[in-house]
Antibody, heavy 115, light 110 residues
Framework: EVQLVQSGAEVKKPGESLRISCKAS????????ISWVRQMPGKGLEWMGR????????NYSPSLQGHITISVDTSISTAYLQWSSLKASDTAIYYC????????WGQGTLVTVSS | NFLLTQPHSVSESPGKTVTISCTRS????????VQWYQQRPGSSPTTVIY?????PSGVPDRFSGSIDRSSNSASLTISGLKTEDEADYYC?????????FGGGTKLTVL
């Protein structure tokens, strides 16, 4: 069974750093891209970026480039999304998803950024 | 880059049929596959249509997808509406570098 299990909810202050994770199981990790998708409170789905685990090449959404970093550790079949300096506007649910065309989703990680 | 535009909301009665549109702003809708996702409150999205018209296993055949080159749009049609179909629906497509989601459509079954 394919599973994407994300790390737990986080509460952070503006300016703090954060890394959340997405551990894949049930398939060969290198054969699917991993994307991160943001859903701000009461809003729709927003694609943030995609990584190819075979070579760690990343395509970022132009609106988020420079603010986030996406990476993988293929030895443990895990993808990461990280921020070096959070803003209050980063408060959202973050989903990872494996895909070629069709997305298969993790359970989501709620990140709350508040002073 | 391009945008995918969906109606903000649609509503229909149980047993009826509803169609949700998704219009691509630039580039051909036929150039890249379109997917549709259902999201119920408090849950992760799930796929109801992929590669324009294919259904994942477990998705009932009441759900169907199509594309229309003349209007440069994709459509999700749900027939025999049930109250459990009430959810947000998102279309999604891509180009050579970016993935794009539509703004979402809230389906109310009343």
């Amino acid at each position: 069974e394919v599973q994407l299990v994300q790390s737990g909810a986080e509460v952070k202050k503006p300016g703090e750093s954060l890394r959340i994770s997405c551990k894949a199981s049930g398939y060969y990790f290198n054969t699917y891209w991993i994307s991160w998708v943001r859903q701000m409170p009461g809003k729709g789905l927003e694609w943030m970026g995609r990584i190819d685990p075979t070579d760690s090449h990343v395509n970022y959404s132009p609106s988020l480039q420079g603010h986030i970093t996406i990476s993988v550790d293929t030895s443990i079949s895990t993808a990461y999304l990280q921020w070096s300096s959070l803003k209050a506007s980063d408060t959202a649910i973050y989903y990872c998803a494996r895909h070629r065309n069709m997305y298969e989703w993790g359970q989501g990680t709620l990140v709350t950024v508040s002073s | 880059n391009f945008l995918l535009t969906q109606p903000h909301s649609v509503s229909e009665s149980p047993g009826k049929t509803v169609t949700i549109s998704c219009t691509r702003s630039s580039g051909s809708i036929a150039s890249n596959f379109v997917q549709w996702y259902q999201q119920r409150p408090g849950s992760s999205p799930t796929t109801v249509i992929y590669e324009d018209f294919l259904r994942p296993s477990g998705v009932p055949d009441r759900f169907s997808g199509s594309i229309d080159r003349s209007s440069n749009s994709a459509s999700l049609t749900i027939s025999g509406l049930k109250t459990e179909d009430e959810a947000d629906y998102y279309c999604q497509s891509y180009d050579s570098t970016d993935q794009v989601f539509g703004g979402g459509t809230k389906l109310t079954v009343l």
